[in-house]
């Protein structure tokens, strides 16, 4: 009797160890993509390739960005306000840094961090907070509060 319960005891934790491990994160693969992400990102803005920089947000009205006392929703929103902000000489080289990332599965994760953009004589900066979902297309950013 002892044996058979002994048996079952090993055999549940078994299955419980295997589920557990299967759905777990793989939380350095997660921010090693984000991270590459990240990276295109800011080569493109440095290019001044707003297309590129926002190949990685999710084209969908249900997008929302926040930023100050205001809230966008949708892409073509985004895009039209960094083209209105950012337009001519007004790009400035970007920079991002004091990257943390929070993974919550291997499908969603969000990014802290704090962005600066760089010109001639002077410099902004602020801080962010990404959402990033895992869609058919690759990751996404499916909200973006940046102050």
Request: one cysteine or more.
């Amino acid at each position: 009797m002892k044996k058979t319960i002994l048996l079952l005891v090993i055999a549940l934790f078994v299955i419980l160890m295997t589920y557990c491990c299967e759905f777990a994160p793989d939380i350095q693969k997660v921010e090693n993509e984000i991270q590459g992400i990240l990276d295109k990102q800011k080569i493109s803005w440095n290019e001044e390739n707003i297309e590129g920089f926002m190949e990685y947000y999710w084209n969908s009205e249900k997008f929302t960005f926040q930023s100050g006392k205001k809230r966008l929703h949708g892409w073509n929103a985004l895009l039209s306000r960094y083209k209105e902000s950012y337009s001519g000489g007004k790009w400035g080289k970007l920079n991002f840094t004091d990257i943390e990332f929070k993974v919550l599965s291997n499908d969603i994760a969000y990014v802290l961090g704090r962005w600066k953009l760089l010109y001639e004589e002077t410099s902004e900066e602020g801080l962010f907070t990404i959402i990033f979902l895992r869609m058919p297309e690759g990751w996404r950013i499916i909200h973006d509060h940046t102050s």
